[in-house]
């Protein structure tokens, strides 16, 4: 299925759902941004199936299944997908489009849903490698299946393209401390909050804003290396790919830095980048993704989390 119909599906899921990357997806080439677009449309889906939402807001229908027969179906759809049927899901439609015509991996997709059963589970993170673990499920498998789309197939691109899908979430998990806390959920290594004086149920109080302004400095400090390791595979991409790439980077960064900039009151209001800034990012990454062409990158950090291979 090729339709225009599928890829007006995939523009307004991703205005809607993620304003961040909104603005850098426009920088791709016609048929890259489609597929782009149609893999956040299939990613959005699935988050809002496992949460009973609709594009990230509350549903005014809520499902009768539960959360894990929700996740058995994302999985099977998945596995129909694959095998070649005809999908008649819109989300499910263009991830059979970008799977077929990119060579997606299997094992992407699958590993993007097992983030989706972390969930499910109420899986606890003890330490910050129990974290990344998340990250990476949730949103470094996403750069992967990213970067398959923009043509890297080398896996020292491919683990750059993972690093940023961390910075990402991690940089989310900052921002969104609060909101997931009121939602009982908390991606917070154990161990920091027991640093910091505090517990998984105590943590979204007013009281303690200071304290989590605290660990939310720390996870944004986290994120840096992985954002700076992630330049190092821009000339592994097409030019206006790095382009984009570089502006959602610039983006995104510099959320966290609000989020740390506005100290205990981060949760105030969600952070977030005004228009001018966006466009000033842009004009940055456009130098960035130039000068990419003529960079030779030193090897990843060692210390820097490893993806599953």
């Known amino acids: 299925m090729n339709s225009p119909s599928l ?15 909104a603005t ?22 699935c988050d809002d199936v496992i949460d009973d939402q609709v594009l990230g807001f509350s549903n005014n ?21 694959y095998a070649g049927s005809q999908m008649h899901e819109p989300a499910f439609a263009a991830f ?11 094992a992407y997709a699958f590993d993007h849903l ?7 589970r109420e899986t606890r993170y003890q330490t910050l490698d129990d974290t990344l673990r998340y990250c ?25 393209a993972c690093d940023l899908g961390l910075a ?24 920091w909050l027991t640093e910091a004086g505090l517990t998984r149920e105590t943590l979204a109080d007013p009281h303690n804003r200071q304290a989590l302004s605290r660990v939310a400095r720390r996870l944004v400090e986290t994120a840096e290396p992985y954002y700076q390791s992630s330049l190092a595979g821009l000339p592994g991409l097409p030019l206006r790919s790095a382009w984009a790439i570089a502006t959602a980077k610039q983006v ?38 130039v000068t990419s062409r003529m960079a030779h990158p030193a090897p990843r950090p060692a210390y820097l989390w490893q993806r599953p291979v």
């Open 7 to 21: 890829l007006d599906h995939a523009v307004e899921t991703m205005e809607v759902g993620s304003k961040s990357f």
């Open 114 to 120: 097992a983030g989706f059963a972390m969930d499910v």
């Open 61 to 81: 229908t809520p499902s009768l299944q539960s959360a894990e027969q929700r996740l058995a179906q994302l999985e099977m759809k998945t596995r129909q997908a």
């Open 136 to 160: 990476y499920h949730v949103a470094g498998v996403v750069g992967l299946m990213m970067a398959q789309i923009m043509g890297v197939r080398d896996n020292a691109t491919l683990d750059r």
């Open 96 to 106: 059979q489009e970008v799977a077929m015509a990119h060579d997606i991996l299997p």
């Open 24 to 45: 850098a997806s426009k920088l791709f080439d016609a048929k890259t941004r489609r597929s782009v677009l149609m893999l956040y449309a299939w990613c959005r889906h």
């Open 168 to 191: 990402f979430q991690l940089t989310n998990i900052a921002r969104d401390i609060v909101e997931d806390a009121e939602a009982g959920r908390c991606y917070l290594p154990a161990e």
């Open 252 to 289: 995104y960064r510099k959320i966290g830095m609000k989020v740390v900039q506005a100290g205990s009151q981060a949760w105030d209001q969600r952070q977030s980048t005004s228009t001018p800034e966006k466009l000033a990012m842009l004009v940055a990454a456009s130098g960035q993704a």
